[in-house]
């Protein structure tokens, strides 16, 4: 604690907002520690502009219009046509929408924030990458100093030797780009933490139906927004056996927040498979058994239960929108 509250953590939030997406930005709108310097969007789970759109609608729902710039960003990925996401995840928005004010959304480029803020704050800022690692890569390759510049990146992506999302072998995020996911973990960051797909948010990050059922009744803005985003991902999150909410992309920023979140984490050599279309997106992680300097932390347990208990409270916040959203209730 600072003697005028919680020391805050300065972060880039890179994303493809669509459920938990949208998740993690109230968590950078609303959590007391959060420091969130932008919004950079990425392509990934639904189409661009709905994500911008998703994006806008949470920092009005949050009443927090101001609070930090939304950024378009690498609308393709950086070699490969763009894979949709939008069977998981709908508009990810569960209907809702919302005219965008002009000039809510800055006209300067995601990577060229990315580069302006870590210059003005050099080893300050973390990035938090919780869609395709497509403008963080852009970032490497535009200025290789960048690199230097940055505190720590946090991941949402990979399975740690698991079963994919997408394909088999693949989880979604570094499937879509799986060049920029190598970029990224060859680039030499000095602190990158990995949150997996499988086994971490399948077991970590999972909300069963029934804890589901209880936030989404705490009868605030906030908790019908949260029903809104989830309801259509979790229906198809249990139709492909999947026995519950999944929240990925909250969980790796709540991490970078609240490390005590973090219960066990080992080094590992990540590399993404780009060559075969069989296992494209597969991440090798290398333990310490093997010959290889590892890259990064990836997460092996997280605090599930003080984790969602963050989420509870962050749901029963009263906000007033800032701006009427069609679909919700309010």
């Keep these: 604690m600072s003697v005028n509250g919680p020391t805050r953590v300065p972060f880039i939030l890179d994303t493809d907002s669509a459920q938990d997406d949208c998740v993690a930005i109230l968590f950078g709108l609303l959590d007391p520690v959060a420091d969130m310097r932008a919004i950079t969007m990425v392509a990934g789970n639904v189409g661009f502009e709905e994500q911008v759109r998703n994006a806008a609608m949470t920092l009005a729902v949050a009443d927090r219009l101001d609070h930090c ?26 209907g809702m929408t919302m005219c965008i004010p ?17 210059s003005q704050h050099p080893g300050e800022i973390s990035l938090v990458c919780i869609g395709p690692l497509t403008n963080v890569a852009a970032a490497v390759i535009k200025d290789r100093s960048f690199v230097e510049r940055v505190k720590s990146v946090y991941i949402m992506g990979g399975s740690n030797n698991g079963r994919g999302n997408i394909t088999a072998a693949a989880e979604f995020n570094f499937y879509v780009d799986p060049e920029a996911a190598q970029i990224v973990f060859e680039a030499g960051f000095a602190n ?26 705490l ?41 005590e979140l973090i219960v066990a ?5 990540v590399d993404v498979e780009t060559s075969s279309e069989l296992t494209r997106g597969y991440s090798n992680m290398q333990w310490d058994k093997f010959d290889a300097i590892p890259n990064a932390h990836v997460v092996e347990a997280a605090d599930s239960k003080a984790f969602f208990a963050r989420l509870r409270d962050l749901l029963s916040t009263a906000t007033t929108p800032a701006l009427p959203i069609t679909g919700l209730d309010v």
């Design 192 to 217: 990158v933490v990995v949150v997996t797909w499988d086994p971490l948010t399948l077991r970590d990050g999972l909300l069963p139906r029934s804890e589901y059922e209880k936030l989404t009744q």
């Design 69 to 94: 710039p939304i950024h378009r960003g690498c609308t393709q990925p950086l070699t490969r046509a763009w894979a949709s996401a939008s069977d998981v995840h709908g508009d990810g928005a569960g």
């Design 102 to 118: 002009e000039g809510m959304v800055s006209t300067t480029h995601a990577v060229d924030a990315m580069l302006e803020l870590t």
């Design 219 to 259: 009868g605030t803005p906030l908790a019908r927004f949260f029903k809104k985003l989830c309801d259509h991902t979790l229906a198809y999150d249990e139709s492909v056996g999947v026995p519950g909410s999944t929240h990925p992309d909250s969980l790796t920023l709540a991490c970078l927040l609240h490390p």
């Design 265 to 269: 984490s080992s080094p590992y050599r």
